[in-house]
């Protein structure tokens, strides 16, 4: 069973430039979150979808960074036109469900994005 | 709001000993869960350990253990016998039962020395 799988590993962009972050969830899950990870802190949610739709997008900036999950295919977290304080470690985790023994959430490697 | 406070920035442990992770969290809620994540320099987020806040039992896996005190909002893990393996970001996170974000510490870097 494959665990969660990220894309690219590592980005390099230029300012101005978009950056595309993919995650495919375990099998059989349909919740993913989204988290950015600065230098030398912790994790800090940005959004939470389930297929085709945003359920929760409250810790993810208001403008230039937009996520999605369709129906087919992995998870896509879009950043427009990038600045120096984007470069972060981005990671997504995947979920069964909600409450019970699926409750627990998966982590991917985490892509690192450096803006130039 | 939940907020996850982890108060040492940094702890170090001699191999074979034994070092204890302490966090502490603020909500009103009273079911939620707990969970100890390992980051070790890959950058990987390893669960360690979680703890389900109705169970009043404490969790352990291994060399791994956790005190639970529900009533002082505190959750702190133990490292048994410590390997030059634990050497990683330890955070502590919490999340609210039938939510979906993760709160996270802001981590304690943990060095095993020989």
């Known amino acids: 069973n494959a665990g969660v799988m990220q894309n690219p590993r590592h980005l390099v962009r230029r300012r101005g430039q978009e950056a595309r972050l993919r995650c495919s969830p375990m099998k059989g899950h349909s919740h993913v979150y989204w988290y950015r990870q600065l230098p030398e802190e912790g994790l800090k949610f940005m959004v939470y979808l389930q297929k085709e739709n945003i359920i929760d997008e409250s810790g993810m900036p208001k403008e230039r960074f937009s996520a999605e999950f369709p129906k087919e295919g992995p998870s896509i977290l879009r950043i427009q036109q990038v600045v120096r304080g984007d470069s972060a470690a981005y990671f997504c985790?995947?979920?069964?469900?909600?409450?019970?023994?699926?409750?627990?959430?998966?982590f991917g490697p985490g892509t690192r994005l450096t803006v130039t | 709001a939940q907020t996850v406070t982890q108060s040492q920035p940094e702890m170090s442990v001699q191999e074979a000993e034994t070092v204890t992770l302490s966090c502490t969290y603020d909500t009103s809620e009273n079911n939620y869960y707990l969970f100890w994540y390992k980051q070790p320099p890959s950058r990987q987020m390893i669960l360690v350990i979680r703890?389900?806040?109705?169970?009043?039992q404490n969790a352990t896996e291994n060399r791994f253990s956790v005190n639970f005190q529900k009533a002082a909002k505190s959750f702190s893990l133990k490292i048994s016998d410590s390997q030059l393996g634990d050497t990683a970001m330890y955070f502590c996170?919490?999340?609210?039962?039938?939510?979906?974000?993760?709160?996270f510490g802001a981590g304690t870097r943990l060095t095993v020395k020989p």
């Open positions: 985790a995947s979920q069964g469900g909600l409450g019970g023994s699926s409750y627990e959430q998966y």
């Open positions: 996170a919490f999340m609210r039962y039938n939510n979906n974000d993760m709160r």
């Open positions: 703890q389900e806040a109705y169970k009043q």
